[in-house]
């Protein structure tokens, strides 16, 4: 039902991490300065500008003088040592990367690599953004410890759920991020809540009603609201470093495992949801909730977590308590 990691396997998943989080550390601290500064001559005088991006577009911060030259050399300096600290970080996060795929570790499609990482460099992992769908079942095997052999794998596209409880005000989180990794991406006109690239790679958009309102009006693309995303919102997200199938890294914050099977069981009974999605929905709910009850000890699955369950799922909860499995390391193999 699980085969656990081999020593060599989760040495190398804790080395990523680590490593993933001195590179995003420094990432981070670069995306926080200004694009550029530079002196500009005009009119026979000189100022300081802070450049926006790489067309040279920005803003005069003043006259010439004693006190920018200061800051014009202390951003240079700083730039210089970030670049260091980035590329340093990165030979050894490289490495790593290498290690956990030569090793086989649980892989994403390597699409949704710069989305994630992009997402992560904007601070938008840490509660603007969940990742649902199929590729948060690589997050839970990490979290799990191990291989769930018979899980579906990942289809052509990728699911992200909007969980910002801060209310945006004409701030584009969502579509600055999408357009910085490939400027193609363009919105889906038949479906609003969905972006696609050159290559026809799909993003696909997702949000509870309770969190609807905090998108900014102007922001991309737009979501439905659906009331069953409010059951993602709920518990413990995973947060794991995974491997993407070309070797890149990238973290993903993935809904509470319980709650994200139960909402697969769920769905996979929809007439609403696409036929030929309900068998993955059930197969895939299914040996998530066994890997929770297996090897999540800290993802409790008992009278005290499903008495908090909405009656629309506790029949579900029921169905597989009738044949959870044994938590015993006999269930390894």
């Known amino acids: ?74 951003f240079r300096a700083e730039k210089q040592q970030l670049k260091e600290r980035i590329e340093a970080s990165r030979i050894a996060l490289d490495e790593s990367s290498r290690l956990a795929r030569a090793l086989r570790v649980p892989m994403i499609a390597s699409e949704a690599g710069p989305i994630l990482r992009e997402a992560d460099r904007r601070g938008l992992l840490d509660g603007t953004l969940l990742v649902v769908g199929t590729n948060a079942v690589a997050a839970y095997a990490l979290e799990a ?18 969980a910002e409880t801060e209310q945006q005000d ?31 790679y799909e993003v696909e958009i997702l ?35 995974v491997i993407c199938r070309d070797g890149s890294p990238a973290r993903i914050v993935a809904p509470d495992p319980r709650w994200f099977a139960l909402q697969k069981f769920w769905m996979s009974e929809q007439p609403k949801r696409n036929p030929l999605k309900r068998g993955k929905d059930a197969k895939q709910a299914l040996l998530i909730l066994n890997a929770v009850a297996l090897a999540m000890p800290h993802y409790p699955l008992n009278d005290e977590f499903s008495a908090k369950l909405p009656d629309e799922l506790k029949p579900y909860y029921s169905r597989w308590s009738a044949q959870r499995p044994e938590t015993s390391t006999a269930s390894w193999r």
Do not use: C, H
């Open 1 to 74: 039902m699980l085969r656990s990691f081999t020593d060599e396997q989760a040495r190398a998943l804790v080395n990523l991490r680590q490593r993933y989080e001195v590179w995003i550390e420094a990432a981070r601290a670069r995306a926080a300065l200004p694009y550029d500064l530079r002196r500009k001559e005009v009119s026979g005088k000189a100022y300081l500008y802070e450049i926006r991006d790489r067309s040279g577009n920005g803003k005069s911060l003043g006259p010439w003088s004693d006190e920018l030259k200061n800051r014009f050399e202390a």
């Open 145 to 162: 410890g191990g291989f769930m052999p018979e899980i579906p794998d990942e289809t052509a596209g990728f699911d992200l759920a909007w």
């Open 170 to 200: 004409d701030v584009q989180l969502l579509w600055d991020m999408l357009k910085a990794v490939d400027p193609t991406f363009t919105v889906n006109t038949e479906r609003t809540f969905q972006a696609r690239n050159a290559k026809a």
């Open 207 to 241: 949000v509870a009603p309770s969190r609807a309102q905090t998108m900014a009006r102007t922001d991309r693309p737009r979501p439905v609201p659906l009331p069953e995303q409010e059951w993602l919102l709920v518990g413990q997200p995973v947060d794991q470093v």
